[in-house]
């Protein structure tokens, strides 16, 4: 049922879009600029469903990634194409065949994974930002999960990952996640996409 | 009014949109801009789009299908040189060493959101046996019933679903190319690059309508099944998959 209107609703508003430009004699809006990025974090940390929900795609149907996943996620004023890879170890292995290409990285990690996790989190986000093709990238580096109680601030993470000495000098933000706060994300998303769109570098900041 | 959208895997088959089919789902069609080229020398195995229209723009000669059919390779220059639909097949289906399969395909409007059209292929069935008897060619060919609004679109984005088999892929490579008779409309040239081995991806394109006068919006709708593509598959330049798809353009709610 809601599907249906879902369609009539989408239907409308090409209607009224078609009407609205014969009318105004209006061409098409600019198309939005378009960036390439790839996402990387370990398994479990929520990268398929933070991307599925900017999509506005349910998230009942999300098992591990066993591959790579590109999608372009729209946003107001850009259109990312988020490659995202798989973070299980058999796949890890594999992300640097990926990086070609990309203009910015987003990393996620599970703020609530055990310690272990984390600092395999941290061992990983710290090879990305000394990867060569990386290196110079602006990067959005979301700490997940943060609706769950055993999650550390994001205060705490960007103390734990080393980043004010790790990646000074080069452009990255970070920011505290939940699938349950995807107005948040969204915000998170629209400064990352200000760091793609500015060709020089800025201080970091969270 | 709405959009419906059914995908027919032969001319009997009568199934609906959303509805699980037996055979190979049609091929994405997209495209998005690559905003930044790349300076490496080195031929690229970075993931990129490549938008040309017709053969001269992409610089290649212009081949016919039957210097193809005779050739025992057929490279991605030898299909941006096709001016029209092919008849046949340029490849038979055991090309496909690598195990490629398609298992998903998707459209949804990029300004509403809407998915438009799904189908997915249930787990894989044995591939010897009776159905292959049959039509050895109905798991690369699908028929797409759209209304006369989707025409109207503006920017849809398209997703793959695809399996690989155990050898890992270095340069896997998509070519399509969709004909209104014998008029190129457009044609897409998508570098996946590395394929995992035993990986499943999926890869969603952005894909822009072509400006289309009315006089060809008009004549789509009248003629169905005379919008044809050709989607060309690719791995270390050399063709593996041929998957095909007519529309039309004038179904009703």
């Known amino acids: 049922m809601s599907e249906h209107m879902q369609l009539s609703l989408a239907l409308c508003r090409i209607g009224l879009y078609t009407c609205f430009r014969a009318l105004c004699c209006k061409g098409p809006p600019p198309p939005r600029p378009e960036y390439d990025v790839v996402c990387v974090g370990l398994t479990g940390a929520g990268k398929t469903s933070l991307l599925s929900h900017l999509c506005s795609e349910g998230s009942d149907h999300i098992v591990p990634t066993t591959g790579f996943s590109i999608k372009a996620v729209p946003f107001p004023n850009a259109i990312l194409n988020v490659k995202e890879l798989g973070g299980a170890d058999n796949i890890k292995k594999y992300w640097s065949r990926y990086y070609q290409g990309s203009q910015g990285v987003v990393f996620v990690l599970d703020s609530a994974s055990s310690d272990e996790d984390l600092e395999a989190a941290r061992n990983e986000l710290h090879s990305a930002l000394q990867h060569p093709q990386l290196c110079t990238l602006p990067f959005l580096i979301l700490a997940n999960h943060q609706d769950k109680p055993a999650a550390r601030t994001p205060n705490q993470i960007k103390k734990y990952f080393e980043l004010e000495p790790l990646a000074r000098g080069k452009r990255w933000i970070l920011e505290g996640s939940s699938t349950d706060n995807m107005e948040a994300v969204k915000e998170s998303f629209g400064q990352f996409i200000s760091l793609l769109e500015d060709k020089d570098t800025e201080p970091a900041r969270i | 009014m709405s959009y419906s959208c059914t995908s027919r895997g032969n001319s009997q088959d009568t199934s609906s949109a959303k509805k699980t089919a037996g055979d190979n789902p049609g091929t994405g069609t997209g495209g998005a801009d690559s905003s930044g080229s790349n300076d ?130 270095d340069n896997f490579r998509m070519i399509e190319r969709h004909y209104f008779r014998e008029k190129l409309l457009k044609s897409f040239d998508f570098e996946f690059g590395f394929c995992m081995p035993n990986s499943k991806n999926t890869c969603e394109h952005i894909y822009e309508f072509p400006p289309l006068s009315e006089d060809i919006v008009r004549e789509m709708i009248l003629h169905p099944y005379e919008t044809q593509s050709d989607s060309f598959y690719f791995v270390d330049n050399k063709l593996v998959m041929h998957n095909k798809a007519d529309y039309s353009y004038n179904g009703r709610t």
């Open chain 2, 40 to 169: 490496s020398p080195k031929k690229t195995t970075a993931m990129r789009v490549k938008k040309g229209c017709n053969s001269t723009e992409a610089g290649v000669p212009m081949t016919s299908e039957e210097d193809l059919l005779s050739s025992a390779l057929v490279t991605p220059e030898d299909v941006l040189g096709l001016q029209k639909i092919t008849e046949n097949y340029l490849c038979s289906p055991d090309d496909n060493i690598y195990n490629i399969d398609f298992t998903r395909f998707k459209i949804r409007d990029m300004e509403t959101g809407t998915v438009l059209f799904e189908i997915t292929k249930p787990p894989s069935t044995d591939k010897t046996g009776d159905k292959r008897d049959i039509d050895p060619n109905a798991g690369r060919f699908v028929r797409y019933q759209f209304t006369p609004a989707f025409l109207r679109l503006r920017q849809v984005g398209a997703t793959v679903e695809f399996m690989v088999g155990e050898m890992p892929i």
